[in-house]
């Protein structure tokens, strides 16, 4: 059964989606092949409730065959409507998630998802977590794509270090606060400082 | 081994300039539009709909008018831009049942509710060249149908016969008119019990363009299969069953093309609606079948669904689908090809063979050396055995 | 089950998206001011079939679609998929999809969806006819051996 969505999901897309989707795929790119830099992006008005650069990762990589789970305060009618309109992505459990997007609490117990077979690790899910600010300050990162070490201020540090002992299973990260965006993918070494 | 090759820049630019040039044929002669095509030959258009698996008749002819009439290469092309497009949806099933024929006949039953109608056929032509299609001018005026009941083709255009006047209904005979309605035949032998029903389901179909094809194959997918296979392939193994690899006793129970709507759920709008019409070809077979170990004796049936208007396709289909149900139905595997779903549907797509096909013409240099060595090393070896021997 | 209205509009959404792309221009040349909520985007729909037209579902091939949506500076949102890549058709018919649901639905059912719907079932009826007259009744002779 399905119903016409609210009249406000149905703004705040890609006006030009060829030209706004290669440049933000092109910034996330780099955020997730540089894990730590803060990258800016642009070109999406999500509903209140997401930020500007989760919703830009959201028209940006998923689809109709990506299964997307919302957690927390992001599952409301509004962004489902949105997801519908602009995306089209199926909403599936955490479990069965190729994305999911929600803040670091919404999204636990992040050990139920996806981390991949060890024949295809790429079938693993993409957490979107949703900050009130992203700087470059807190746990160290080291690792691939990291020069010498680089911070960022994540949640927690247990999670992503045994996230990282996984390897090369195991889930990937990006953090979205307004239009910053930055990645933490599963090969990065996180420590406290 | 494949190794990359570089050079030739300036030859390949020339062939391509060639190629263009070649295309275009003689200056002398009108170029042909892509509206020519697609009105003129569209049988060739609705063929590469078929095969490249994408409903776009303006598409389809510009691919021929581009591939020079190689339709096999207007297929690559359809195929090619078909993977450029997003995916928006998926459609509800097609209903033939409500198809607006332009063709409907049964081979079984002369007495069909609804009638039997030829349509644009070619069936009852005389097969002889028709030399005034060769004339400068004015096309040939048509032959009046003797019977009663329509006009020749083509008689409409010049005054609004019709229009006032309804047409005899070729639907809802007995069937309450309204809605366009042409129930299958085979539901006539459905209600006797005589025939094997069709177990209806809404799952979401398997999708051999999403998810590489595994075996075995369930039916859903191997009908993707044999829609988008080739034409030959499809009709050189249908024939093969006709002559005894596989015999599955086919009839045509019924043979329809028409149009129908294609109808999609709209998540901004809350319900489905149709978005527009295609040309279908739908062929449904009636086979004999004396019963199995797990089977009663009945009629089984096979079943084509094509693009466009392609009979000898949707036929071939339904019987190549027959004879890939013999597991199902309890019979023997006699060995024959059109019964081996890995051979049938491994082989059936023309892309595919065409591409591992013609990929032994590029440069196999490295392959071709090691081969030489081999040789030769063989046949040094083989005259020291022969030298020692003596 | 779609409301009555939603019946309404179900019918004249189809009877854009399937209208002639040049016809529609005619019937409606000019369109008013719009915001676009999506540009028209060109995709694909797979068609999907029955296993003996009324069995389990199969992926029959894809058709080119193109999808729009816009809404008027008064509010009402129109959404328009129309088969084929005519991205003007698309957001014509999206625009009228939404001043259908104004005042102005009475004007455009006559000068735009009403004439389009005469021509297509005049079409068809036209079809229909030149099928009419290949209708054909088979007579079985009576053979030999049946004696």
């Known amino acids: ?193 | 081994m494949y190794v990359a090759v570089k050079g030739g820049e300036r030859a390949i630019d020339n062939a391509h300039g060639w190629l263009a040039e070649e295309r275009r044929g003689d200056r002398a002669v009108p170029e042909l539009t892509i509206p020519q095509i697609r009105e003129q030959m569209k049988l060739a258009v609705n063929r590469v709909m078929a095969e490249g698996s994408l409903y776009d008749p303006d598409l389809a002819a510009l691919a021929i008018k581009q591939a020079r009439g190689d339709l096999i290469e207007a297929v690559f092309l359809i195929r090619a831009y078909r993977t450029t497009l997003p995916r928006l949806a998926g459609s509800r099933p097609v209903d033939t049942a409500a198809m607006a024929v332009d063709r409907r006949i049964s081979a079984t039953f002369k007495d069909l509710p609804g009638g039997q109608v030829l349509g644009p056929t070619f069936d009852y032509t005389h097969r002889l060249l028709d030399f005034a299609l060769m004339a400068e001018g004015e096309p040939p005026t048509p032959v009046p149908s003797p019977q009663g009941g329509g006009e020749a083709p083509g008689a409409e255009a010049e005054g609004g016969t019709g229009l006032d006047a309804p047409p005899s209904p070729l639907v809802g005979e007995g069937w309450g008119g309204g809605a366009p309605h042409m129930p299958h035949v085979t539901g006539f032998l459905n209600r006797d019990g005589l025939i094997e029903a069709a177990q209806p389901s809404d799952a979401t179909p398997p999708d051999l363009t999403r998810e590489p094809m595994e075996l075995p194959a369930d039916r859903a997918l191997r009908l993707q299969a044999l829609a988008r296979g080739d034409e030959g392939f499809v009709l050189g193994l249908a024939y093969s069953t006709q002559r005894g690899y596989g015999r599955t006793h086919a009839f045509v129970g019924e043979l329809r093309i028409g149009r129908v709507a294609v109808e999609v759920d709209i998540p901004e709008l809350g319900f489905a609606v149709e978005i527009g019409e295609i040309e279908l070809t739908e062929c449904e077979t009636v086979n004999q079948f004396k019963g199995s170990k797990t089977e009663p004796p009945q009629f089984t049936r096979g079943y084509g669904l094509v693009m466009g208007q392609s009979e000898r396709k949707a036929i071939a289909m339904s019987l190549v689908d027959r004879a890939l149900r013999w597991q199902e139905l309890g019979e023997d595997f006699t060995g024959a090809p059109a019964q081996d779903a890995e051979f049938v549907l491994m082989h059936c797509d023309n892309i595919q063979a065409t591409g591992f096909l013609e990929h032994i013409k590029l440069p196999h240099y490295v392959d071709f050396q090691a081969e030489l060595e081999l040789v030769r090393r063989l046949r040094a070896e083989a005259q020291t055995m022969q030298e020692a021997a003596e | 089950m779609p409301s009555p209205d939603a019946e309404a509009r179900r019918a004249w959404i189809a009877t854009l998206a399937k209208a002639p792309p040049a016809r529609l221009a005619e019937l409606m040349p000019e369109l008013p001011p719009h915001d676009v909520l999506r540009s028209p985007e060109i995709g694909a729909v797979m068609v999907r079939g029955r296993t003996g037209g009324t069995g389990a579902a199969f992926n029959l091939g894809e058709m080119t679609v193109t999808r729009c949506s816009v809404r008027l500076p008064a509010g009402p949102v129109g959404h328009a998929w129309v088969q084929g890549r005519d991205k003007a058709h698309a957001r014509r018919a999206a625009v009228i999809d939404a001043l259908m649901q104004t005042d102005a639905a009475q004007d455009l059912t006559a000068r735009v969806i009403a004439p389009l719907q005469a021509e297509a079932a005049a079409h068809r009826a036209a079809r229909a006819e030149k099928a009419a007259g290949t209708k054909v009744e088979f007579f079985t002779m009576v053979r030999g051996e049946d004696k």
């Open chain 1, 1 to 193: 059964m399905i119903t016409a969505p609210h009249a406000e999901a149905l703004s705040g897309g890609f006006a030009e989606a060829p030209v706004q989707s290669a440049r933000a795929f092109r910034e996330i790119l780099e955020a997730m092949a540089r894990p730590g830099t803060i990258r800016r992006v642009a070109g999406a008005e999500p509903p209140a409730r997401l930020s500007v650069a989760a919703g830009v990762a959201l028209l940006t990589l998923c689809d109709p065959t990506t299964g997307l789970h919302l957690a927390g305060a992001a599952d409301c009618p509004m962004v489902r409507d949105w997801v519908a309109f602009h995306i089209g992505a199926p909403l599936v459990a955490a479990e069965a998630a190729d994305f999911a997007l929600g803040t670091w609490e919404a999204l636990q117990p992040v050990t139920r998802f996806r981390i991949g077979q060890p024949d295809y690790p790429d079938r693993s899910a993409t957490l979107i977590v949703e900050m009130e600010r992203l700087v470059n300050h807190g746990p160290a990162l080291t690792g691939p794509g990291i020069e010498l070490a680089t911070w960022l201020n994540l949640p927690e540090t247990a999670a992503f270090r045994a996230n990282r002992a996984l390897f090369p299973l195991g889930f990937d990260c990006l953090f979205a606060a307004g239009d910053r965006i930055a990645g933490l993918p599963r090969s990065t070494r996180v420590e406290k400082i």
